[in-house]
């Protein structure tokens, strides 16, 4: 029976049993950017961003090379890792990247939520608008039969005002006729 060690060379078909391609990078003081501990160089972020470097040309082709099996010679000589099978390997990058996805659907879920609930409380506020827009609007319309009742009583309401001046100007006529009576009578008795 052959004794599995971390140290044994993958054969055919078989690979490290390795994520960090796609889980882990490791930032060197000189800017170097590695996908492990063990030096495997992808980058260096004098020259670009860690997201260029991370989904950079290097980077995927350390994963389809551990991926596949056809592994660099840092990955072949690697203690850290036991060898495993592509096809294992492959099912565990399948469901990193399935868990990655759904996490990212959970997120858009989330977003989708709050979005639904900023759209209802968007749809309430314009409904209260409208009701309140639709009892100004009534409002208004009461105000201008007001206004038009009252247009229509000005002319009544003005001749009323003419016809009170005219009673007016006799009454004072009248009054100023009884006063030069009332100062006749008042000669004629002291005469008498
Ligand atoms: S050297 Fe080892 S730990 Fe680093 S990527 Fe290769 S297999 Fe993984």
Redesign the pocket.
Known sequence: MTKKTFCRIPGPGET?A?I??WIFVYVRANGDV???????TIGNLRDKSLEEVVNGAEAIE?RRQ?LTGE??P??V?????PVTTVEKLGAMVEHLVYEAGFEEQEDLRRQIREHREVRSDLLRERESLASHAATLEKLLAEAREHAANLERERPHLTDHIANLERERAVLAAEAARRRGLLELLRGWFAQR
Request: proline share 9%.
């Open positions: 490290r390795c960090d391609p590695d996908a492990c501990c063990r030096g495997v350390l551990v592994l660099p840092g990955c000589q690697c203690a850290t890792r």
